[in-house]
């Protein structure tokens, strides 16, 4: 499957952004997703994630309350949905997919088989 985020962008301290990334390639309800975020310096870190039944969704936990992720079979697009943005939420945001099988754990990137380009978020305090 290929994976293309967009909707990145800069934003000040307060606002929202609707990240989207779009699925190519193969049968996007094969698939578990989900988001992780890579700040200058920083390991690259989990985000968010949903199952390919909807299970879920999880979260870290620094963006519980304030990030929303979705999908939307119909049109094999994954969505992450920021709000009440902060400074420390600057990174570039990749998104994810695991083919179908067992033994998943959400926030282990090791756990996905194919990765998208990555969308840059800036906030701005």
């Known amino acids: 499957v290929q994976l293309q985020a967009s909707g990145g962008g800069s934003v000040q301290a307060g606002g929202s952004l609707r990240l989207s990334c779009a699925a190519s390639?193969?049968?996007?309800?094969?698939?578990?997703m989900g988001w992780f975020r890579q700040a200058p310096g920083k390991e690259r870190e989990f985000v968010a994630a949903?199952?390919?039944?909807?299970?879920?969704?999880y979260y870290e936990d620094s963006v519980k309350g304030r990030f929303s992720i979705s999908r939307d079979g119909a049109k094999n697009t994954l969505y992450l949905e920021m709000n009440s943005l902060k400074p420390e939420d600057t990174a570039i945001y990749y998104c994810?997919?695991?083919?179908?099988?067992?033994?998943?754990?959400?926030?282990?990137?090791?756990?996905?088989?194919?990765w998208g380009q990555g969308t840059l978020v800036t906030v701005s305090s």
């Open positions: 949903i199952g390919w039944s909807g299970r879920g969704p």
């Open positions: 994810v997919a695991r083919s179908l099988r067992s033994g998943w754990t959400p926030s282990n990137k090791y756990h996905y088989d194919y």
């Open positions: 390639g193969s049968t996007f309800s094969r698939y578990d």
